[in-house]
């Protein structure tokens, strides 16, 4: 799908034609290089793709809802300690809600996990584990934990998650929250919506 589209772009500064019949369109996850010497207008290619500048002739399109991330030739990184934090600077929102689920997943896995190992599987323990898990979540913003969909092969996976857990391996369990943690999001997602 066509992401930036510009057809017959032409850009002048008075006399001069700096761009002229410009045609490209830019489709979902290409990854496009800009070549050219300096003064050539790439700075203002990507002017026009941001829409700070209009051009002189011609059109320039973007799909609706399209953001669009600019590293400034000249610039500050701010906090950022990748590329691809500073690139995604303004989705930084996004970036920590990303990073606070994946420590929630953690915390939630850890302690769920050990709690099966205090008791294993008896006297409804499990029940006991999912909600002490539920809570901690309610508490740290994330709706109820929807567990529903640990059947199956899910189930397999889980109790080897239990078993990984003995020898203090959590990341199997850290996987199934992200699961569950996924699945929850996204069923609130489809009934608010
Ligand atoms: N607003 C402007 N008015 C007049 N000339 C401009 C303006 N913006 C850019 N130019 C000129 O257009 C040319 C291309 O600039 P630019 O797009 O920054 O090139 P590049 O990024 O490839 O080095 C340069 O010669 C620059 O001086
Ligand atoms: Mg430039």
């Known amino acids: 799908m066509t992401q930036i589209a510009m057809s017959g772009v032409g850009v002048s500064f008075g006399a001069t034609r700096l761009l002229d019949d410009v045609t490209f369109t830019v489709g979902a996850g290409d990854k496009w290089g ?3 010497r300096n003064g050539s207008g790439k700075t203002t290619l990507f002017r026009l793709i941001t829409g700070v500048m209009e051009p002189t002739r011609g059109q320039v399109t973007r799909v609706g809802g399209l953001r669009i991330s600019l590293l400034e030739q000249h610039r500050d990184f701010g906090d950022a300690t990748t590329v691809w934090e500073a ?10 809600l ?7 997943a953690t915390a939630l896995a850890v302690v769920h996990a050990e709690l099966i190992l205090i008791h294993p599987f008896r006297d409804g323990n499990g029940r006991c584990a999912r909600l002490v898990a539920m809570l901690m979540g309610l508490q740290a913003g994330l709706p109820a934990l929807d567990f529903g969909g640990i059947r199956g092969e899910k189930k397999r996976q889980y109790i080897s998650a239990v078993q990984a857990a003995l020898s203090r ?5 850290i996987e199934v929250f ?5 699945t929850t999001l996204k069923s609130v997602a489809r009934t608010s919506f």
């Open 34 to 36: 800009v070549v050219g």
């Open 87 to 96: 690139a995604a600077g303004p989705f930084a929102e996004l970036l920590e």
């Open 98 to 104: 990303e990073r606070s689920l994946a420590e929630q």
């Open 169 to 173: 391996d959590y990341a199997p369990m």
């Open 178 to 182: 992200r699961g569950v943690i996924g």
